[in-house]
Structure formats: structure tokens, C-alpha cells
């Protein structure tokens, strides 16, 4: 699981900054919303989350490490995509915000829960 969170949180990183440069370069700060939650929970948390499943193995090959994974990376897209809609004048996707959000703060908590389980010194 360490490896596979950060292999898709440099994608997340690479995202994150052209959207960063795009928002520069126009001088349209519109996205900002996006660009800092694709930079903190795609890039940062992901990275962090790996790095800890790295140093704790125990961590890394539970179930809820597994579930923390996907509903991290399913509920990630879904609220970003969400969110650019939702900027740009697309009412109904708050919806897919409220959804992805919803599903992304579970998956935070059962990294948590995963975490103060499985991480032993
Ligand atoms: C080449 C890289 C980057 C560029 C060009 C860039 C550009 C920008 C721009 C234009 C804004 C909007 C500023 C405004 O609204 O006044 C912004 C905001 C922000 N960026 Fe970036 N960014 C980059 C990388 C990052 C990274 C790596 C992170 C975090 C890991 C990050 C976190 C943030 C945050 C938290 C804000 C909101 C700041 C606030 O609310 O005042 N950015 N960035
Ligand atoms: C499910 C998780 C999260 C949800 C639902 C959420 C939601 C929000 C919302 C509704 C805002 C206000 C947006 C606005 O003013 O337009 C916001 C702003 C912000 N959030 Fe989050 N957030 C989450 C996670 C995080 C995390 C993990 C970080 C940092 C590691 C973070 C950093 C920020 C920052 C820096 C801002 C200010 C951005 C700006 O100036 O536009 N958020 N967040």
C-alpha cells in the first residue's frame, strides 16, 4: 500500500502544479479550491500516508489499509471533478462534492482507526 500511495501522489503532484502554473499564468484564481486540495490530500496526505505504511509494514498489509486506499483514491476524483463543475457554475454537482467529501473524510478516519491499531513500536 506505502509504494502504490505514493506512486499516485506524485500524479497527484504533477496535477496539482500545472493547475498552480495555469492559475498563474491567467491570473484566474477561480480554481484555487482545487488546486490546493489536489496539492494537500493527493499529493501531501497521500505521500505521507505511504511514507507511514513504509516505515510500518504491520500497518500497510491490514484490510482497512486496503479500504483506506480505494475510498481515498475513488472519493478524490470524484470530489475534485465535482468541485470544477460546481466552480464553474454546475449546480448539481455539489452533489458529487457532498459524495466524494462524505466518502474521503471516512476513509481519513479509518486510516486513523488503521494507524492507531496497527502501528507498533
Ligand atoms: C509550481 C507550483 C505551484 C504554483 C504555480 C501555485 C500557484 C498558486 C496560485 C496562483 C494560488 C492562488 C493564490 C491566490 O488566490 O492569491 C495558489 C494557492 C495555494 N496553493 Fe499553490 N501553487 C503551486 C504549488 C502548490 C503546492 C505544491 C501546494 C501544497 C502542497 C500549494 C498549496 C496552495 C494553497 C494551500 C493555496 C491557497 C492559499 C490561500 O488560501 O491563500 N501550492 N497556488
Ligand atoms: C474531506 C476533506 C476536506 C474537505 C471536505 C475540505 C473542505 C474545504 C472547504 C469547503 C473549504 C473552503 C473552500 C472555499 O473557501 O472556497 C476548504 C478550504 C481549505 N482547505 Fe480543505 N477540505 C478537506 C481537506 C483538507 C486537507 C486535508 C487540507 C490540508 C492538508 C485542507 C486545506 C485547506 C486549505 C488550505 C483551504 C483554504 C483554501 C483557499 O484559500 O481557497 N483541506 N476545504
Known sequence: MG???????????????????????TEKFTFTPV????NLLGWTAM??????YVAFPSASETRLAKIHFWGHNLALPVMMIGLA???????A???AV???GTVMVL?????????LLHVKN
Open 47 to 52: 505521500t505521507l500516508a505511504g511514507l507511514i
Open 107 to 115: 476513509s481519513i478516519i479509518i486510516f486513523a482507526i488503521n494507524i
Open 93 to 95: 454537482a455539489g452533489t
Open 85 to 91: 463543475f460546481l466552480i464553474s457554475g454546475v449546480s
Open 98 to 100: 457532498a459524495i466524494g
Open 3 to 25: 509504494v502504490k500511495f505514493i506512486k499516485v501522489s506524485v500524479c497527484y503532484f504533477v496535477i496539482g502544479v500545472c493547475l498552480g502554473m495555469y492559475m498563474s499564468m
Open 35 to 38: 488546486h490546493v486540495h489536489v
